[in-house]
């Protein structure tokens, strides 16, 4: 393997010596309070706004079920990606913001543990944009989901 790179794959946390995918060991870190916010945004046409709002997308309540959706994924976020940590979470809450121009969603995610939150924030607010685009497609075929990012990470 080229050295350069091997000396760069040690920077990461996830890659072991020989550049193999590897979980980190967090079992002699301390439990600590962690919080993770992640925000994202689902553009859609006006025409969709409008039935979201009078509650007419046949589906159902479009945003009550995507905030559902991204609760439940957030807690299913070790299954979905290989090298993530079983975290016991406290705390998931996920809100959708109607605006005229699409859907903002916030993932809060809270854990008591000794690996971050991040993960199951990005996850939960990912799967509620995309429970809004399922629930949505029959109507709007140019929606589009973007700006999907981790707005803070705390540890105490």
Do not use: W
Request: proline residues 2%.
């Amino acid at each position: 393997m080229n050295d350069k790179l091997v000396t760069e794959m040690k920077k990461l946390t996830h890659i072991d010596d020989s550049g193999k995918a590897n979980m980190v060991d967090v079992g002699n870190k301390p439990g600590q309070e962690r919080q993770a916010v992640a925000s994202g945004f689902i553009s859609l046409q006006p025409e969709t706004v409008a039935l979201i709002t009078e509650n007419k997308i046949k589906k159902g309540d479009v945003l009550v079920i995507a905030e559902i959706a991204g609760i439940q994924a957030a807690k299913q976020t070790s299954s979905l990606i290989p090298l993530c940590h079983t975290l016991q979470l406290t705390k998931v809450q996920v809100t959708c913001q109607l605006e005229e121009k699409g859907v903002k969603a916030i993932c809060i995610a809270k854990c008591i543990g000794k690996t971050g939150v991040e993960m199951e924030a990005l996850t939960g607010v990912s799967v509620t944009l995309l429970t809004i685009y399922d629930m949505c497609k029959a109507v709007d075929r140019q929606m589009e989901i973007g700006q999907v990012k981790l707005i803070e990470k705390i540890k105490t």
